[in-house]
C-alpha cells in the first residue's frame, strides 16, 4: 500500500482491472473481519472457513462447499473426490487456463481434448460427442470437465445429454464464474462437482490464494473435506491420500464479507457489458461473427444464461497490432489465452498438435479481452471504444 501511495507512476489511462476502487470502500469492514482471525487464532480452516462455506453454499443453491487453498486444487479436489484417478479419462477444452487440464493430470487420469465452439469459445458438445465416438481412449472417460469460460455457463443440455448416454461425471471449471446462472441455476449447481477460484483477479477474489468446491452430493462433499487434509477424518487417522488442500481463515474471513457485494459486483458487471454493446454499435464496429472481418466480434450472452462478465472478449483480425495500439494509449487489454493447451511445451506428451483444434488456434489468435470490473466508468470505456475505433479506422496501421 505504501509503496504505490509514494509511487511516482502514474496509473494507466484504463486498467485491465482496479482492484483499488473495490477494496477503498470495504477496507474497514476487512480490517475488522481480519481483526477477528488474529484475536481468535483460527488461522487454517475453522470458523471463518466454515461461515463463509455455508454462506457460500447458500448463495449458490448447493447442498455443500468445501473451502480449499486454490482454483486448481479445487478442480483436483473435485476430480478425487469423483474418484477418478488412474486408468481414467476425462474430456476437457484446450481453451482454458492450464490448469483445467493440468488438474486432471495431477489427479493420475488422462486429459483428452476437444475442440471449442467459434460463438461461444466453449467446450463444444457435438466435438465432444465426436472424441466418446472415435478416441481409443473412448472406454475409459469417466467424466466431462466444461469450462464456463469468461463468465457464462457452457451449453449445459448438451453436456447433461452426453453424461446420461455415456453414465459419465460432470465437473464444472467454474474458476471465472462466481454468480452466472443457466436457466436460474447457478454455475457450481449444475454438476456433480464443480470448481472455483478466488484468485485476486477472479469476480469474487481473496487477498491471496483460495478455491472452493460445490456439489450437491453429501457423499462427494464428505470425501472433498477429507481429501483436502490428507484424507484425514479423524485426527491423525489417515484413510487414503489426500493432500493439503485447506483454505486459511483470513480468506475465508475476507470473503465472506466480500460475497455480500458479489451480486451488485456481478450486476455492475453486466451493466458495463452492455456499455460496451451499445458503444461499439454506436461507432459500427460491430460485426456479427463468429469471425472478425474489418471491424470487432462482440461477446453474447445466450439464451437462458445470466452471464456475470468476468471478462469482456472481443474478436478481433489484427489484435496483436490493436493491443500494441492500446498499449501506446495506456488502455489495458489482455488475451485469454495466447496459446491452446495441446501447443503448450508442458502437454505435448498428451499427442496433439498444431491443427488438432483448429477453433481453438483460431481463437488463440482474434480474441482480446478489454477492461471491465465493477467500479469502471462510462467515460474510460467510452476512451476504450475511441481507441479502438480510431485503430480500426486505418487499416495500414
Ligand atoms: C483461475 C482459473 C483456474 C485456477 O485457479 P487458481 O486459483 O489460480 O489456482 C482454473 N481454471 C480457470 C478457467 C481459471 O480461470
Redesign the pocket.
Known amino acids: 500500500m505504501t509503496e504505490s501511495k509514494h509511487s511516482t507512476l502514474r496509473s494507466p489511462a484504463v486498467p485491465m482491472i482496479d482492484l483499488e476502487r473495490q477494496y477503498a470502500p470495504l477496507r474497514q469492514e476487512l480490517m475488522e473481519a481480519l481483526g477477528h482471525v488474529i484475536d481468535r487464532r483460527q488461522f487454517i480452516l475453522g470458523e471463518p472457513v466454515a461461515q463463509f462455506e455455508a454462506a457460500a453454499a447458500r448463495h449458490l443453491g448447493v447442498h455443500a462447499t468445501i473451502g480449499c487453498s486454490?482454483?486448481?486444487d479445487a478442480?483436483w479436489l473435485a476430480l478425487a473426490a469423483c474418484g477418478i484417478g488412474p486408468g481414467d479419462a476425462v474430456i476437457t477444452t484446450p481453451f482454458?487456463?492450464f490448469?483445467?487440464v493440468s488438474a486432471i493430470l495431477r489427479a493420475g487420469a488422462r486429459p483428452l481434448l476437444a475442440d471449442i465452439d467459434p460463438a461461444s469459445f466453449h467446450l463444444s458438445p457435438s466435438a465432444v460427442a465426436q472424441v466418446l465416438q472415435h478416441s481409443s481412449h473412448a472406454a475409459s472417460v469417466r467424466a466431462l470437465l466444461p469450462?464456463h469460460?469468461y463468465g457464462q455457463c457452457v451449453d449445459w443440455e448438451g453436456f447433461a445429454e452426453l453424461a446420461r448416454k455415456h453414465n459419465l461425471l460432470l465437473i464444472e471449471?467454474a474458476?471465472?464464474a462466481w454468480g452466472a446462472r443457466h436457466h436460474g441455476i447457478h454455475a457450481g449447481g449444475l454438476g456433480d462437482m464443480a470448481a472455483f477460484?478466488f484468485?485476486p483477479t477472479?469476480n469474487l477474489s481473496a487477498a491471496g490464494?483460495a478455491?472452493l468446491v460445490s456439489t450437491q452430493q453429501e457423499k462427494l462433499a464428505e470425501r472433498a473435506r477429507a481429501l483436502r487434509q490428507h484424507g484425514m477424518r479423524v485426527r491423525y487417522h489417515h484413510d487414503e491420500v489426500g493432500w493439503n488442500a485447506r483454505m486459511d481463515g483470513f480468506q475465508g474471513a475476507i470473503l465472506h464479507v466480500k460475497l455480500r457485494y458479489i451480486e451488485q459486483w456481478n450486476d455492475a458487471r453486466r451493466s458495463a457489458a452492455a456499455r460496451y454493446h451499445q458503444l461499439f454499435q454506436n461507432a459500427g464496429l460491430a460485426e456479427s461473427g463468429p469471425y472478425p472481418g474489418q471491424g470487432v466480434v462482440l461477446p453474447q450472452e445466450e439464451a437462458g444464461n445470466f452471464h456475470v462478465w468476468h471478462q469482456y472478449v472481443i474478436r478481433t483480425a489484427r489484435r496483436d497490432a490493436l493491443r500494441s495500439f492500446l498499449a501506446t494509449r495506456e488502455i489495458g487489454s489482455e488475451v485469454y489465452y495466447p496459446i491452446p493447451l495441446h501447443l503448450q511445451k508442458a502437454l505435448t506428451t498428451l499427442g496433439y498438435g498444431e491443427g488438432s483444434f483448429p477453433e481453438s488456434e483460431r481463437a488463440a489468435r482474434e480474441v482480446l479481452a478489454l477492461p471491465i470490473f465493477p467500479e469502471i466508468t462510462v467515460e474510460e470505456q467510452q476512451t476504450v471504444v475511441d481507441a479502438i475505433a480510431e485503430f480500426l479506422s486505418s487499416p495500414d496501421r
Open positions: 486454490s482454483g486448481t478442480l482454458s487456463f490448469a483445467s469450462v469460460l471449471d474458476a471465472q477460484s484468485y477472479k490464494d478455491g
